[in-house]
C-alpha cells in the first residue's frame, strides 16, 4: 500500500485546522506510518489498531465515514468491497482492479507513479 499519500493529505488537514482520525489496520512492523508522519511534519499520525477480528473490523466499517485505499498494486481490492458492503464509502487509488471492484462508486484520486506501471485514467 503506498501511504505516502494519505499521510500528506493528514498534513495538508492538519494545517487547515480539520481533525481528521485515520485508523490503520493491518501490520506495520516496520514503522512505515511513523516515518512518513515524521517526513511530513504531521502532529497526528494514524492510530495503530494492527490485526483486528472480523467483528472488531465490521463495527470499524460501519463508523467510518470513508475507507481510504491508497493502494498501487492491488491483486483483488477486498477491503473496497467490505467497506461498501457496510455503506461506507470507499476512496480508492485510480488503478484498474479498483474501478473494477468499485463499481458505480467514483472516488478515485491519481497517485503519482515514479516508475512505470498503468497510468492513470481519465474518466468523464
Known amino acids: 500500500m503506498t501511504i505516502t499519500p494519505l499521510i500528506e493529505a493528514m498534513s495538508i488537514l492538519e494545517k487547515k485546522g480539520v481533525d481528521v482520525d485515520i485508523w490503520h489496520i493491518g501490520l506495520d512492523s516496520d514503522n512505515r506510518l511513523d516515518k512518513y508522519a515524521n517526513k511530513f511534519n504531521n502532529n497526528k499520525p494514524p492510530i495503530k489498531k494492527g490485526m483486528v ?69 481519465k474518466h468523464s
Open 53 to 121: 477480528s472480523q467483528e472488531e473490523l465490521r463495527g470499524i466499517y460501519t463508523k467510518a465515514r470513508f475507507l481510504a485505499f491508497p493502494s498501487e498494486y492491488e491483486g483483488f481490492g477486498l477491503p473496497v468491497i467490505e467497506a461498501q458492503s457496510f455503506g461506507t464509502v470507499p476512496v480508492a487509488s485510480d488503478i484498474p482492479v479498483l474501478r473494477e471492484v468499485a463499481g458505480s462508486y467514483d472516488h478515485f484520486w491519481c497517485l503519482k507513479r515514479k516508475t512505470g506501471g498503468v497510468p492513470c485514467q
